[in-house]
């Protein structure tokens, strides 16, 4: 398909931008494959360039008729990161062009077609962020240890289709043990590590067990756990779904782990229902857009309705469950296994949230970048059917029932994180809003398609570009550096009080009302400054007043002091 076939018209003047806290702008609008392009030279050279990719929700209104004729409109374009356009097209004929071209453009579904494919980086790539966290370079020193190995038993993606290429596993656990696990877990999602903490407890996730009505056993799935348990002790399995889901996939074939197999675990349940039903997530967070966009009801109100989108909620209890098994490992040093249905979604976000309480390089740069890799990416969590639509596709009925904000849910909780912990990170806030714009719509490929095989038979790997490698360029990177850092070397334990949720401004409402983030941060690093030296001052003072001391009292005794 050829995009000239989609765009039915691709030039028009006299097009009316209107934008919130904007000036008007009168200008010619281009419509090209992947960008709406308007541009106004009458004061000044003012430019707007707009990926389809990032439109969500075209909404077209127009004007009363006058003497019977038809006297253009507006179109309203929402987007996926927050925006809303509103165009004003004088004629009706050329105002239903522009929007059937843009909902042609922007709702294509071959990924082939995206603008990463048709992109290039116009300076020397430095490296390459497509090989820049292979697993082997992760778990270097955990597998260094006698315990535990990379698999390769999913090298043609046979095994489980949402996994990449490589798994650490146990050492002592063959690949035919693995493979004949895979068919007892939901999506072939056998048990894998995912983080193994600094006193040697573990962190597993996978998928359901398929244990279905007939209550099915499977020997080499329990092998894999039990290798995991020292002699004596008791592993954790918390199993993220209520007890209704899970009698409900029972009834489907799937389930829980069974008590009396799985006697070396304890097993517990931690209910995340509605992370991981996609329609329940993206309702809320529409709920949550949609509060934010109404300011103009009483306080009260306001808050009252951010409360009632079930948003607030799904990032305490995320929080919540992710210090609840972090204790698990950390205070008890017990092994946990995470899993809820496929394994996609609630199991891959807490995993991360356990990660950056538990271990400090995951509050670096590139530390963060790892773990969205390790996590995310190779793990399997469908980027491209997730955050196909955005906040303003609720309701739209050409996106996919599998659109869910489950990452930009992840993003807000280590939002959270900087809330309460604003100098345990190296990186800023505007880091996690270009991860929330990219992973959206953007000109890199690293989020594009659902997994690591659907990636690599696309050539994401070879046609695109990451971009880690542009967020890694030295000019780039240091804007995302906190001032204010001063590294943490142990864990952190967030607050999940109802009080200490705080809504994403800078994210959720930069379009609406002016932020000021960078002068509090300057404010923050003054103060943080002036504290540093206060204290110096301090220690060269008892330092002083301690000399004196020794010198009047040296041998316990008042000493003659000549002072002249």
Known sequence: MEFIELILINKLDGV?????????????????????ILSSRKEGVRELWLLHKNIDSIE???????SGVMQG???????????????DIAASNELNLVAQTLE???????????YPFFYRHMHPIMENGYSLYS????????????????????????????????????KCI??????????????????????????????????????????????????????????????????????????????????????????????????????????QLLDSFSKLIEACNDREISSDKWVSKLESSGWPESVRNSLHTACIIAQHIHQKAEPVLIH?????????????????????????????????????????????????GGAYSSHQSHHSSRTAPTFPLFLDCVRQFLEQFPCSFEYRQSFLITLFEHSYASQFGTFLCDNEQERESRGVYTQTTSVWSWVNQPDELTTYINPLYDPTPTVIWPSVAPMSYVIWEELYLRWLIEQHTEEREEQYRAIRTREQQLRSQAQVLRRELFDIAHQYYGDGKPQVINDK
């Open 16 to 36: 009316i931008l209107k934008y919130p806290h904007h000036e008007n702008v009168d200008g010619t609008v281009c419509i090209t494959g992947h960008h709406l």
């Open 60 to 66: 077209k209104k127009e004007n009363k008729p006058s």
């Open 73 to 87: 409109g507006s179109l309203f374009l929402k987007c996926k990161d927050l925006r809303i356009f509103q165009l």
């Open 104 to 114: 042609n453009l922007s709702n294509l579904q071959d990924p082939g077609l995206f």
């Open 135 to 170: 697993l082997e370079g992760e778990f270097t020193k955990i597998l260094a240890t006698e315990e535990w190995r990379v698999s390769r038993c999913n090298q043609n993606y046979t095994v489980c289709p949402g996994y990449g290429k490589s798994v650490v596993v146990p």
């Open 174 to 279: 063959d690949d035919d043990t693995l493979i004949a696990a895979a068919t007892f877990r939901q999506g072939g999602r056998f048990p894998v590590l995912s983080y193994r903490h600094n006193n040697g407890a573990v962190l597993l996730r996978a998928g359901q067990p398929l244990y279905g009505p007939k209550h099915r056993r499977c020997r080499p799935d329990e092998a894999i756990l039990n290798t995991v348990v020292a002699v004596g002790t008791k592993g954790v399995i918390y199993d993220l779904r209520s007890s209704n889901s899970i009698s409900q996939q029972q009834n489907k074939g799937g389930g829980t782990e069974s008590n009396a197999n799985y006697s070396q675990w304890k097993i517990y349940n931690r209910s995340m229902d509605e992370v991981d039903n996609q329609q």
């Open 340 to 388: 809820g249905t496929r394994g996609e979604d609630a199991t891959l976000l807490v995993c991360s949230l356990v990660q950056i309480i538990l271990n400090p390089d995951c509050r670096t740069i590139r530390g963060l970048q790892a773990l969205i890799e390790r996590e995310w990416l190779q793990a399997g969590h469908p980027f491209g059917s997730r955050l196909r």
